[in-house]
């Protein structure tokens, strides 16, 4: 039973318009989420994360939000560029388990030129 | 900037065979981790560790095991490898947590495992 689900396997998205990720959870005692961004060939790197106290989170183009009461999380990406374009996978983080980390399934996003 | 590097990019395997995945980071990080990443299913956990010679079970530690006898390396061990182990293998790394403040994970490239 995944606690995190992305339920969307791809996005196409034209560059310069708006990508939304969004993110499902079941528990809610995790603390923090995350996104992580990966590209073919190489580890996932992190990209922006927000505790469970706050709603919103930006960091330049990228903005998390978060709805604790509808247990959902999106990522935010404005403008898209061509280089956007990866797996995004989000991930949450209880405090209590140490630095464990449970993933959701990863949504492909492309940005068309 | 933190370095994760996996001994392998792409490893081909016998059914049964042992197979030995190592990982070694370069930031001096408590925290180390074995996922195994698989189409619609994310990352999944198999071990971590939190410091030299422990270790602890993820989400799905079943036909594997670790070894952490240096903090900067830490093995992922198919004891007879199988066919359904056929998947890409990501190590990561961490420091340690400190009180509420989280420490993202740094990931190697991923090796990329297939058992004939």
């Known amino acids: 039973d995944q606690q995190v689900k992305q339920n969307s396997p791809s996005l196409s998205v034209q560059e310069g318009r708006i990508s939304i990720l969004n993110c499902d959870y079941t528990?809610?005692?995790?603390?923090?989420f995350l996104w992580y961004k990966k590209y073919p060939a190489e580890g996932p790197t992190f990209l922006i994360s927000?505790?469970?106290?706050?709603d919103k989170n930006e960091d330049g183009r990228f903005t998390v939000f978060l709805n604790k009461s509808a247990k959902h999380l999106s990522l935010h990406i404005v403008p898209s560029q061509p280089g956007d374009s990866a797996v995004y996978f989000c991930?949450?983080?209880?405090?209590?388990?140490?630095?464990?980390?449970?993933f959701g399934g990863g949504t492909r996003l492309m940005v068309k030129p | 900037d933190v370095k994760v590097t996996q001994s392998s990019r792409y490893l081909v395997k016998r059914t049964g065979e042992k197979v030995f995945l190592e990982c070694v980071q370069d930031?001096?990080?408590?925290?180390m981790f074995w996922y195994r990443q698989d189409p619609g299913l994310g990352l999944r956990l198999i071990y971590f560790?939190?410091?030299?010679?422990?270790?602890e079970k993820g989400d799905i530690p079943e036909g594997y095991s670790v070894s952490r006898e240096k903090k900067e390396r830490f093995s992922l061990i198919l004891e007879s490898a199988s066919t359904n182990q056929t998947s890409m293998y990501l190590c990561?790394?961490?420091?340690?947590?400190?009180?509420?403040?989280?420490?993202?994970?740094?990931f190697g490239d991923g090796t990329r495992l297939s058992i004939l």
């Open positions: 990561a790394s961490s420091l340690g947590t400190g009180g509420n403040l989280y420490q993202p994970q740094h």
């Open positions: 528990n809610s005692m995790f603390d923090y």
């Open positions: 927000i505790s469970s106290i706050k």
């Open positions: 991930a949450a983080l209880l405090n209590n388990a140490g630095n464990m980390l449970t």
């Open positions: 930031m001096d990080h408590e925290n």
């Open positions: 560790s939190y410091d030299v010679k422990m270790k």
